[in-house]
């Protein structure tokens, strides 16, 4: 199975093999759980001070004919500080109290990371991979794609590689309040893959919805966001030669 390689000013180079991965079987259910898995070690871990609020001298007194109980006085029965001579002072200790606990705290043994394995990872990039050429051919770009450094001039080639026009400043606007009715969200339509790290990766990402990495640092988020496969993947041609290799030391990040 063999793909056009056109150069960065749109012009048809000849044809190249394509690696076997793009003919591994398309499993959606394998892609979904390992972009969960993604995911999940994005989360930021939260907990709570186990004594917040419990470091006081409030005590309950809640049985019938106890000293300082409260009942038939007009109070409320709830934890209340120990004073001296016997008294009572401020309620603590209870949520509903000042400085009294959380109401609903997080749980610190809840389990955040969904754990996937090695091989299984590859899979699923495989399997994506496959998914992003299941409706067209693969697009391939020149080895010149690599060595653009400048955002105008990596739009520009885009453009022609993929014979579409991109609209970087088209942004669909957050509903909401006025102060934040300003974020803009950017489709994510185009992937450019490069071989090695160069300044086309970060003249590739200032184009709004457009995201860029290199051959060994692909992921099933890149190639899969949300668990949808991209519609549309640039492949440089010395990131397409070392593909299955890649691959096959990929791990999940």
């Known amino acids: 199975m063999d793909a056009q390689v056109i150069s960065i000013d ?11 991965v793009f003919s591994e079987r398309i499993r959606p259910e394998l892609i979904r759980r390992a972009v969960d898995a993604e995911n999940s070690r994005r989360l930021q871990p939260q907990g709570h001070y186990p004594l917040a609020g ?13 000293y300082r109980t409260g009942r038939h006085m007009g109070v409320a ?19 509903s109290s000042v400085t009294g606990k959380r109401a609903h705290p997080h749980v610190i043994e809840k389990r955040l990371i969904e754990n996937i394995n090695k091989k299984e990872y590859r899979l699923a990039v495989a ?37 579409a026009k991109l609209e970087p400043n088209k942004a669909k606007l957050r509903k909401g309040l006025r102060r934040s009715s300003r974020r803009r969200i950017y489709k994510k339509s185009v992937l450019v893959v490069i071989g090695q790290p160069s300044a086309a990766t970060r003249s ?7 995201d860029a990495c290199t051959i060994n640092n692909l992921s099933v988020g890149l190639l899969a966001p949300g668990g949808s496969p991209r ?10 030669k070392s ?3 890649a691959i096959e030391k990929l791990e999940i990040r």
């Open 204 to 210: 590739a990402k200032n184009i709004a919805g457009v």
């Open 231 to 240: 519609k549309m993947v640039i492949w440089s041609e010395s990131a397409l």
């Open 54 to 66: 419990m470091q006081t001298t409030a005590t309950y007194y809640g049985a019938m004919h106890s």
């Open 77 to 95: 029965i709830r934890p209340r500080e120990k004073l001296g001579g016997g008294a009572q002072g401020k309620v603590r200790r209870i949520p």
């Open 127 to 163: 399997s994506a991979i496959a998914a992003t050429a299941q409706n067209r051919s693969p697009i391939v770009a020149s080895k010149e794609i690599d060595n653009i450094a400048k955002t105008k001039d990596m739009l520009h080639a885009i453009e022609l590689v993929c014979g």
């Open 10 to 20: 749109g012009k048809k180079m000849g044809s190249t093999a394509l690696p076997n």
């Open 243 to 245: 593909l299955d290799g």
